[in-house]
C-alpha cells in the first residue's frame, strides 16, 4: 500500500485508512471461525508427514511463482499499460 500511494501521490494516512476496513473484517471472520470452530466441536486436521509438505510444496512453485512473474512483466514494460 505504501508502494501503491507513494505511485499515485496520495497522502500515506489515507492510504491507512483505505486498509482499516478489511483488516477489520478478516480479524472478525477469523475469531468468527475460531468461535464456530470451538462451539461445533469440528476435529482438528491430521498433522501432514514431512514427504506430504514436501510433495505439496513442489506442486505449489509455479503458482507461488505467479505473482513474481506477473510484477516483473509490469516492472519490465512486457505488458502494455
Known amino acids: 500500500m505504501i508502494l501503491?500511494?507513494?505511485l499515485v501521490?496520495?497522502?500515506?494516512v489515507h492510504c491507512s485508512q483505505a486498509d482499516?476496513?478489511?483488516?477489520?473484517?478478516?480479524i472478525t471472520l477469523a475469531i468468527a471461525?475460531?468461535?464456530v470452530g470451538k462451539?461445533?466441536?469440528v476435529p482438528a486436521a491430521r498433522?501432514?508427514?514431512?514427504k506430504e509438505?514436501?510433495?505439496v510444496t513442489v506442486k505449489a512453485i509455479p503458482?507461488?511463482?505467479?505473482?513474481?512473474i506477473i510484477l516483473a512483466h509490469l516492472h519490465w514494460s512486457f505488458y502494455p499499460y
Open 4 to 6: 501503491y500511494g507513494a
Open 9 to 12: 501521490q496520495t497522502r500515506l
Open 20 to 26: 482499516l476496513f478489511p483488516f477489520c473484517v478478516a
Open 33 to 35: 471461525a475460531v468461535v
Open 39 to 41: 462451539t461445533q466441536r
Open 47 to 50: 498433522a501432514a508427514s514431512w
Open 53 to 55: 509438505r514436501g510433495q
Open 63 to 68: 503458482s507461488l511463482c505467479l505473482p513474481v
